[in-house]
């Protein structure tokens, strides 16, 4: 007798998924063909629920035919809800309470190579720059260097962040920081090699600043200022980098479709990824203009803050989306 070979837990969990779906996405799929009588807002939250089992699809069963057809019908949902209808009142909320976290989470490996790069590159920075006495002013300027040597002596070490007002500080620093996350997305379009490198410029500017100050003897000072803002910033550089190196994988990886057809998957994508970072990198350069120029504040204060930050990122873009997918799935 032929020995039947048993289906292995990820294949069971994968029918179980698509037996308890494929009824309402064929239901989805014929509300769709009648658009010009569906109610927009009940189309709007069925597409939702869509894009939360594409989430789970593309993180439990990738490369499946059932994540192929999920593409497909949220591509076909996206172009009828949002080119189509009227623009629904609830589609800003919907993105943020549910489309964003679950892009990010589901960008989670990109974002975590793209955190990789950040830290070989900081470390880089720290080596060279223990090794090398002239690599700081190679790094960060004679000028930068010179005044922070200049500060150090007046006692004030990190004076550089209250030098402005804090208004022209806090629009300039944001701008520029939205400006460099789409930059990072942007080299993308030269494969992950072009992001890697703008996160290796900018973890070696970071490690040499650490490590400049601490030979210094002002380490835990620089941590205490640097990323009471630095937190949400880094963080959301570095989630920039990943929508660069989805972007790059796209073009690179096409997989089972065409390379046109990846590359603007890929390319929407990331562009939503860093959309989505704006009011992220708003917050950074509030902290920033506002909060790091008290220099002085008690370490419990401004650790506090850092912790909090941590704490947000971690709940909001991981947590919460954990919560989500499996909330869809009861």
Same mark, same amino acid.
């Given at each position: 007798?032929?020995?039947?070979?048993?289906?292995?837990?990820?294949?069971?969990?994968?029918?179980?998924?698509? &037996?308890?779906?494929?009824?309402?996405?064929?239901?989805?799929?014929?509300?769709?063909?009648?658009? !010009? &009588?569906? !109610?927009?807002?009940?189309?709007?939250?069925?597409?939702? $629920?869509?894009?939360? !089992?594409?989430?789970?699809?593309?993180?439990?069963?990738?490369?499946?035919?059932?994540?192929?057809?999920?593409?497909?019908?949220?591509?076909k949902a996206h172009r009828i809800i949002y080119q189509n209808q009227p623009?629904?009142? $609830?589609?800003?909320?919907?993105?943020?309470?549910?489309?964003?976290?679950?892009?990010?989470?589901?960008?989670?490996?990109?974002?975590?190579?793209?955190?990789?790069?950040?830290?070989?590159?900081?470390?880089?920075?720290?080596?060279?720059?223990?090794?090398?006495?002239?690599?700081?002013?190679?790094?960060?300027? !004679?000028?930068?260097?010179?005044?922070?040597?200049?500060?150090?002596?007046?006692?004030?070490?990190?004076?550089?962040?209250?030098?402005?007002?804090?208004?022209?500080?806090?629009?300039?620093?944001?701008? $520029? $920081?939205?400006?460099?996350?789409?930059?990072?997305?942007?080299?993308?379009?030269?494969?992950?090699?072009?992001?890697?490198?703008i996160m290796m410029k900018n973890g070696v500017m970071l490690g040499t600043? &650490?490590?400049?100050?601490?030979?210094?003897?002002?380490?835990?000072?620089?941590?205490?200022?640097?990323?009471? &803002?630095?937190?949400?910033?880094?963080?959301?550089i570095t989630v920039a980098g990943g929508a660069g190196i989805v972007i790059?994988?796209?073009?690179?990886?096409?997989?089972?479709?065409?390379?046109?057809?990846?590359?603007?998957?890929?390319?929407?994508?990331?562009?939503?990824?860093?959309?989505?970072?704006?009011?992220?990198?708003?917050?950074?350069?509030?902290?920033?203009?506002?909060?790091?120029?008290?220099?002085?504040?008690?370490?419990?204060?401004?650790?506090?803050?850092?912790?909090?930050?941590?704490?947000?990122?971690?709940?909001?873009?991981?947590?919460?989306?954990?919560?989500?997918?499996?909330?869809?799935?009861?």
């Amino acid at each position: 007798m032929r020995k039947i070979k048993p289906i292995c837990n990820r294949e069971m969990n994968e029918i179980q998924f698509l &037996h308890k779906n494929i009824k309402k996405w064929e239901a989805f799929e014929a509300l769709l063909d009648k658009k !010009d &009588h569906a !109610d927009p807002d009940v189309v709007s939250d069925l597409y939702i $629920n869509l894009t939360d !089992d594409l989430a789970y699809s593309r993180t439990y069963f990738p490369d499946t035919k059932a994540t192929q057809y999920l593409n497909q019908l949220t591509q076909k949902a996206h172009r009828i809800i949002y080119q189509n209808q009227p623009i629904n009142k $609830n589609r800003i909320k919907n993105f943020w309470v549910t489309e964003f976290p679950l892009l990010i989470y589901g960008s989670r490996k990109e974002i975590l190579v793209s955190f990789g790069l950040l830290i070989i590159s900081v470390l880089i920075g720290i080596l060279s720059n223990k090794y090398d006495s002239g690599f700081s002013r190679i790094i960060l300027g !004679d000028s930068y260097v010179n005044m922070t040597l200049s500060n150090i002596h007046k006692g004030d070490p990190l004076a550089v962040y209250k030098g402005m007002n804090q208004v022209d500080m806090f629009l300039g620093i944001t701008l $520029n $920081n939205i400006k460099v996350s789409f930059f990072a997305f942007a080299m993308g379009i030269f494969s992950p090699i072009g992001t890697g490198f703008i996160m290796m410029k900018n973890g070696v500017m970071l490690g040499t600043f &650490h490590s400049f100050l601490a030979q210094q003897g002002y380490l835990l000072d620089s941590i205490g200022t640097i990323w009471v &803002h630095g937190t949400y910033e880094i963080f959301a550089i570095t989630v920039a980098g990943g929508a660069g190196i989805v972007i790059g994988n796209s073009i690179i990886f096409p997989g089972t479709f065409s390379r046109t057809e990846s590359f603007r998957r890929g390319a929407v994508r990331g562009s939503k990824m860093v959309v989505g970072l704006i009011p992220v990198f708003v917050v950074a350069g509030f902290l920033e203009g506002f909060v790091t120029r008290y220099t002085g504040a008690p370490y419990i204060v401004r650790f506090g803050i850092i912790f909090f930050s941590l704490l947000s990122i971690v709940f909001y873009f991981y947590l919460y989306p954990i919560y989500l997918l499996k909330k869809s799935k009861l």
